[in-house]
């Protein structure tokens, strides 16, 4: 582990937008943030549930097929496990563990990655599919970004695809 | 961003067989290539799906069990979606917004990661246990290798699995 | 490729407890053993599956909802293939077809990274939901970390999320 002369980063590719696997990315990026780390969040696909401002299963999008999207994208408050969901007491279940436990749940791990300075971008081809707009998003998102804008944010740190 | 000596690379592990997993590959691998990135696709598992020659729920591979295997991975045209698959609308709705949006779809990408002269590879072992040859892949897969092989090719960029 | 000065290394993030990527976690992690590439996995939510000695459908964690989650995450023989799982009759067909092939299967691979020296390692604050102790796992696991922690061992190398 020799010193490097730049800062440390790590980027991740929000594509999920299952709760487990949200869980994920905010416990790095907060994690990572706390010890210094440059942390670059780049939401994109489903990921992109998690940084709308209007949570709970209501249309966002334009369009009839972003609405029929976006219902079964609910935000946060909805987001699936990825395995054993049990109809959707899995997040729940989730959630109560992770309270009783006095860890940091899906919401106050965003937050705490918001006061941390984590970076978020959302990814503007998604955006267009999706019919969703930078104003959709939570004003932490910093930016909208292609792909290619992003890999050359990550370079020089290590990158992760969730 | 400070400027690399050796020009910037992106390799990608394409474990998934998924629709919107598949996508994202191209995605990334295309938008990478295009601005000059070195782009290494390493195809393994369900992912080998997307570099198959004979498209469609066809059996490929030999032997009774790669048949069994070789229905079900039906190539991009039959790829599911990793969530809300619909019983196989999902990818229309995505091909379709995508269409009607101007973005350009799975079998596109994959095209114009051809042109961008992305590199794919297969996954040797995968390829063995799922009876399949180089010969049932598409020309443009320059080789078949191991996963030691591709990591080596893989340093000192960024690497994901998808 | 140059030679990098120092040795090469890939870390891990195994999060998944899906059959068919567990052995790509064993399968990578392996192959860039044997190449002398320094190995780390960090096994966090699903993946702290693959490191419990208690194998089978029995609960390990304290109190009732780490034991509904451990009933369900039954450790590598029921791990389940993430496609086509066929009510569990898939990791069957592929551990078939692997020993059939000749290819190493997962609990092989385990054992081959275990001999190869690939460093073991368990995410705490997973640990600490699903109310597992360092006692519930294998002895070859090295240690109990933070995500923070683990990021800091990986730098340098490749790190991969699967």
Request: aromatic share 10%; hydrophobic share 35%.
């Given at each position: 582990m020799s010193e490097e002369k730049q800062s440390k980063k790590l980027s991740i590719i929000a594509f999920s937008g299952d709760f487990d696997k949200l869980t994920a990315v905010f416990t790095l990026a907060t994690g990572a943030a706390a010890v210094g780390y440059e942390v670059n969040l780049f939401f994109t696909f489903w990921g992109l549930d998690a940084i709308k401002i209007k949570q709970g299963r209501s249309p966002v999008g334009k369009g009839f097929l972003p609405k029929v999207f976006g219902i079964f994208m609910g935000g946060l408050k909805a987001a699936p496990v990825s395995r054993l969901n049990f109809l959707g007491a899995s997040p729940k279940i989730f959630r109560y563990m992770m309270r009783k436990k006095n860890v940091a749940t899906l919401e106050e791990l965003v937050s705490a990655a918001k006061a941390l300075k984590v970076n978020f971008y959302a990814c503007e081809m998604a955006m267009h599919i999706l019919g969703?707009?930078?104003?959709?998003?939570?004003?932490?998102?910093?930016d909208v970004l292609g792909v290619a804008t992003f890999l050359n944010l990550s370079e020089g740190g290590q990158t992760l695809f969730i």
């Open positions: 969703l707009q930078k104003s959709d998003f939570i004003p932490e998102v910093k």
